[in-house]
Every structure is written in structure tokens, then in C-alpha cells.
């Protein structure tokens, strides 16, 4: 079993550029999310969603896109790169009726945007 | 509001020494209380959960740990520290307020750094 899996691992994109990072869980959760760490704040939660075509917004939106086709792949897309969204990207998925359970997540993507 | 809280950015302690890495949270109703690991380079990973029944959980690596509910606290605790135990943990707390169940709010991150 895979799990969750990201890539790519590392990225260094100019300002303005544009990116999607990929998520593909095989545990066939019905829910995914994306987060970003930032040192001193924890995990925010960016974007998820409840199943194939159901998305929605976290706390940290702004300047990025999702979108859901399939159970398997959660994309994050940043529309275009900003310094500030240098950070640590971080893909979850775990059951829709899971409150009671645990998240699985991936290894993450280092994003640094000059 | 619902926040978790690590009030401690680090913690040392030396190898063989028991640990403690502290949480507090603020939530309406029972809290879904969750420990993660992160170490270097690497994903979260679980190591316990709080959901009802005994106060005392115990989890992967010889973790444990204590929710209480009257001083709202879910701290996390192994009784003899190892160096390999030398990470990043994380506590948090499923928001249970909306539909988004899934949703979990994390506290900043308590580095532990274990001394040989």
C-alpha cells in the first residue's frame, strides 16, 4: 500500500509562475485536503474535499485552486506563484464519516517561490 | 473558537528520561484529540488518538498519552526517552462545529530534541 503520495518533493518556482502539485491516495477515502506549514503556525488547512467532484475552501485560500475528478487525485494548483506561499505543502486523506479516525498523510512538497 | 495550543517550542531532555510534550485545546462538546509525528524530510505520522473511554492512551513507539478533562489537556508522555524520539510533534483536534468533520486544527509544533 502506497498511501498518500505527493510530488514533487521539491520545487523552486519564480513569482508569476504557475504549478500543480499532485496527491494520489489508494485507500479509497472519501476525503482529502491539502495544508501548508509555515514554522510557528502549525498545519492551515487550504483546501478539501468530501468526495469526486466536491470541493471547498479552508482557512488559507487565496492563490490556490483545486479540483477533484476522481477518488484518487486531490491536485493543488497555485494560479500564480507569490513569495508568500513559500512553504511546506502537505496532502491528507482520510474516511468522510472518519471524526474518529486518523488522517493519512503524505511526505510533503517543499515549495520555494524567488 | 476551537484551538489547540503547544505552549512549549522545545523541548530537551536527556536519553533514558521520561518525556512529556504538552497540549492544551478549547472546543464546544467531547473532543477527537490526535498526536502526530513529524520527522526530518518526512510526512505526519499518527501516533495516538483520544476519542472516549479510558483517560490514558497508549500508541506507536512507546508513546502514551493523558487527556484530562477538567484542565483540558492532552499531553503526550513516554517514560524513557530515546534519541531517535528527536522530532517535531504536532497535537490536534478534529473540528466537529460544521460538515467539515474531516478537518483537523493543529496546534504550532512542539520540536523535541532528545540528548544522548
Given at each position: 500500500n502506497a498511501g498518500v503520495t505527493q510530488t514533487p518533493k521539491f520545487q523552486v518556482l519564480k513569482t508569476g509562475q504557475s504549478m500543480t502539485l499532485q496527491c494520489a491516495q489508494d485507500m479509497n477515502h472519501e476525503y482529502m485536503s491539502w495544508y501548508r506549514q509555515d514554522p510557528g503556525m502549525g498545519l492551515r488547512l487550504i483546501h478539501y474535499s468530501v468526495g469526486a467532484g466536491i470541493t471547498d475552501q479552508g482557512e488559507v485560500p487565496n492563490g490556490y485552486n483545486v479540483s477533484r475528478s476522481t477518488t484518487e487525485d486531490f491536485p493543488l494548483r497555485l494560479l500564480s506563484a507569490a513569495p508568500s506561499?513559500?512553504?511546506?505543502y502537505f496532502c491528507a486523506s482520510s474516511y468522510s464519516n472518519g471524526a474518529r479516525?486518523?488522517?493519512?498523510?503524505?511526505?510533503?512538497t517543499r515549495l520555494t517561490v524567488v | 473558537?476551537?484551538?489547540?495550543?503547544?505552549?512549549?517550542?522545545?523541548?530537551?531532555?536527556?536519553?533514558?528520561?521520561?518525556?512529556?510534550?504538552k497540549c492544551t485545546y478549547s472546543v464546544s462538546g467531547n473532543p477527537y484529540l490526535f498526536w502526530y509525528v513529524q520527522y526530518p524530510n518526512r510526512g505526519l505520522q499518527f501516533l495516538l488518538k483520544y476519542i472516549t473511554g479510558d483517560n490514558l492512551v497508549k500508541g506507536s513507539y512507546g508513546f502514551e498519552a493523558e487527556f484530562n478533562k477538567s484542565q483540558t489537556s492532552f499531553h503526550l508522555k513516554k517514560p524513557s526517552a530515546l534519541v531517535s524520539d528527536s522530532a517535531l510533534y504536532?497535537?490536534?483536534?478534529?473540528?466537529?462545529?460544521?460538515?467539515?468533520?474531516?478537518?483537523?486544527?493543529?496546534?504550532?509544533?512542539?520540536?523535541?530534541?532528545?540528548?544522548?
Open positions: 506561499q513559500t512553504s511546506v479516525r486518523e488522517a493519512f498523510f503524505g511526505q510533503g | 473558537a476551537q484551538s489547540v495550543a503547544q505552549p512549549e517550542d522545545q523541548v530537551n531532555v536527556a536519553e533514558g528520561n521520561p518525556l512529556t510534550v504536532f497535537c490536534a483536534v478534529r473540528d466537529l462545529r460544521s460538515s467539515n468533520t474531516g478537518k483537523l486544527i493543529f496546534g504550532q509544533g512542539t520540536t523535541l530534541q532528545v540528548k544522548p
